[in-house]
């Protein structure tokens, strides 16, 4: 069952190029995943530190869940991030 996921990001306009630099491996891990049809990165050009995540994937939930939980936690420990 194809399904899309809308996330809302927000950091601090100061850290919004660090964000994305770290951002850039989740990226490229989404776009590596078959199952993963479409993965897009928006910022907001009003509010530099505000960003939007597309996904469309052909998975289920918890093939999804168990992927993002990998790169996102990547991210989190990149960004210093913990919890």
Same mark, same amino acid.
């Given at each position: 069952? $194809? ?30 995943? $078959? ?9 907001? $050009? ?38």
């Amino acid at each position: 069952m $194809p399904l899309s996921f809308h996330v809302k990001i927000t950091v601090a306009p100061e850290n919004a190029e660090k964000f994305l630099a770290a951002l850039k491996p989740v990226f490229e891990g989404f776009a590596a995943e $078959p199952e993963c049809t479409y993965f897009e990165v928006f910022q907001d $050009p009003e509010n530099p530190g505000t960003f939007r995540l597309v996904e469309n994937w052909n998975a289920t939930k918890e093939q999804i869940f168990e992927v993002s939980y990998i790169l996102f936690t990547d991210l989190k420990k990149e960004l210093g991030i913990f919890g």
